[in-house]
């Protein structure tokens, strides 16, 4: 239940932060299925110290990535198999077809944002809403492109790929990512309602849904879930905002206080605590040829930096939204900035 609760981004209310709280209370004490416990190491994690990014961004990708490229039934056995050979085989295969969906999902996202950014003229707004299709897309990947675009442009967002189940090749099937302020699942009821008939099949919640249309009815769903999109989203909701808690006094500045909070509870509605003020930018690099390393004088002091996802280099001076990491070095833990957002 812990694992699916941070996995499906569900709200992080007082007793969902119960729950998953348990959760890696159990698997830290080595109290987990074996499926659990060799997609850790599969994954490269360690259990011991689990958080709940493990739960969403390594556990919980692998287990997904079956059902996205291969059978769901796979991720499922993992997770009910109580013979140790055969959940290490399963977390190995689990790995296998998720670092296979890594590669697609690279590939097709650029495209995918290329089309999105090709529906309005550069240096103007984005539309209301979005929507994606291309003949070659794989289904089993639009909604974590779909979450990239809205990443990016702020604006909840449909990818389609063409179905690929026998006789309903004239089909498309979507998935949708949004943004705060504007509750998906609903959307699509009301197009549902005022175009009879294009939505074969839909469902979701907030802020993730699917659905399925023709083809042919493509340009009448991204119509109206634009029309849907101007009623209900206004200039402030499709601004951009990030909340912080502000400056990072530097005696915090320690891996005492990041191993403290990493054993906490965050997620969708309770994030981590995120911090800005301004800093001098030292050196800056590409890493893996799409993420930002960087070394930074905070309050006087060195620390280093990445922006995953980000090649754009920044000014010497600039203004920060930043968690709290710690990466290793020649045996020596350090404090680590992870960016969130720059000004300046």
Known sequence: MALGTVADVVK?????RRLVAQGLKR????????????LFVAAGRNASIATTFDFGFALGPRINAAGRLADMTLGIECLLTEDAARADELARTLDAINRERRVIE????EQALDIAESLFEAGQDAPPAICVFDPDFHEGVVGIVASRIKDKLHRPSFVFAASKAPGKEHELKGSGRSIPGFHLRD???????????????????????GCTIAEEHFDTFEAGLSQVAKEWLDAATLTRRLETDGPLKPEYRRVELVDALHKEVWGQGFPAPTFSEEVDVISQRLVGEKHLSLKLKHQGQPVDAIWFGHT???SAKVVLAFRLDADEWQGQRRVRFLIEAAQG
């Open 312 to 314: 754009e280099p920044l």
């Open 106 to 109: 690279s590939d097709m996202r």
């Open 27 to 38: 698997i830290r004490s080595g109290v987990l299925p074996i499926g659990v416990a060799r």
């Open 12 to 16: 992080l209310d007082a007793n969902n």
């Open 187 to 209: 959307a699509l009821d009301l197009v549902a309602k005022r175009h009879p008939g294009v939505l074969l099949r839909f469902g979701g919640h907030a802020m993730a849904a």
